[in-house]
C-alpha cells in the first residue's frame, strides 16, 4: 500500500496511535499502531476481528497486520460517521478483549446508566428476559465498585481531568448504591411484562 496522507486520530482511550490514511487511489483506511510488546495481543485481536466481520457484522474490516519500525500494526477499512461517543452510547470495541464471566461484561454498563438508565436497563432486561437473578445484581454491584476503583488509577496517565471524571464516577455508584447496602442499582429501572 503506498501511503500518501497520514493524519492523525487523537480520540479514544487506547494508547495505539491511530491514523487516517489514504492511498494514491484516494482510499482511506484506519491505521494503528501499537508498542512491539503488544503483539501478541493485537494479533488476537486481529483474528477475532476477521471471525467477526466473517459473520457480515456491518464494522471497520481486518485488512492487514503486521510489524512495523513503531512496534505492530493493523490496517482496517475506514467508516466516515461522526464520533460513536456522541451519537450512539454502547459500541462494540474489540480492544482489551478476552474471556471470562459474561455478567462481569456488565461493569462497563455505568457509562449508559449515566447517559440513559432506560437504555442500561433495557440491555439487562433483555439479556435475562426480563427474569434478572438476585446473585447478578449482587456480583454487577461487587464488578462495577471494583471497576470504579481501578479506574482511578487506571487514568492517571491520561491527565487530572480523566482522574478527576473516575472519581466523580466512582462517587456516583457509590450513591446508586446506597452507599452499597441495595445490590440492586438505583437508575435500574424495570420492565413491564
Known amino acids: 500500500m503506498n501511503i500518501v496522507n497520514k493524519e492523525p486520530i487523537l480520540e479514544g482511550w487506547s494508547s495505539d496511535k491511530k491514523y487516517c490514511i489514504t492511498d494514491e487511489k484516494g482510499t482511506r483506511f484506519l491505521l494503528r499502531i501499537s508498542d512491539i510488546?503488544?503483539?501478541?495481543?493485537?494479533q488476537s485481536e486481529f483474528v477475532m476481528m476477521q471471525r467477526v466481520?466473517?459473520?457480515?457484522?456491518?464494522?471497520?474490516?481486518p485488512i492487514e497486520f503486521g510489524i512495523c519500525e513503531e512496534g505492530v500494526y493493523s490496517i482496517q477499512s475506514w467508516i466516515?460517521?461522526?464520533?460513536?461517543?456522541?451519537?450512539i452510547l454502547c459500541i462494540i470495541?474489540?480492544?482489551?478483549?478476552?474471556?471470562?464471566?459474561?455478567?462481569?461484561?456488565?461493569?462497563?454498563?455505568?457509562?449508559?446508566a449515566q447517559k440513559s438508565p432506560?437504555?442500561?436497563?433495557?440491555?439487562?432486561?433483555?439479556?435475562?428476559?426480563?427474569?434478572?437473578p438476585r446473585d447478578f445484581w449482587k456480583l454487577l454491584a461487587l464488578y462495577i465498585s471494583s471497576n470504579a476503583l481501578s479506574s482511578v488509577y487506571w487514568d492517571i496517565p491520561?491527565?487530572?481531568?480523566?482522574?478527576?471524571?473516575?472519581?466523580?464516577?466512582a462517587e456516583e455508584v457509590v450513591?446508586?448504591?446506597?452507599?452499597m447496602t441495595n445490590p440492586i442499582p438505583t437508575w435500574y429501572i424495570y420492565a413491564k411484562t
Not at 470495541?93 to 449508559?112: A, L, S, T
Not at 432506560?118 to 434478572?132: Q, R, T, W
Not at 491520561?158 to 464516577?169: A, D, K
Open 37 to 42: 510488546k503488544q503483539y501478541d495481543t493485537k
Open 118 to 132: 432506560h437504555f442500561a436497563s433495557g440491555m439487562v432486561n433483555g439479556y435475562f428476559d426480563n427474569e434478572i
Open 53 to 61: 466481520a466473517a459473520l457480515g457484522i456491518p464494522m471497520c474490516l
Open 80 to 87: 466516515d460517521g461522526e464520533s460513536a461517543e456522541d451519537l
Open 93 to 112: 470495541d474489540f480492544n482489551r478483549n478476552d474471556y471470562g464471566d459474561p455478567w462481569e461484561e456488565f461493569n462497563r454498563i455505568v457509562w449508559c
Open 158 to 169: 491520561f491527565g487530572e481531568s480523566e482522574v478527576e471524571t473516575m472519581i466523580n464516577q
Open 175 to 179: 450513591t446508586w448504591y446506597d452507599e
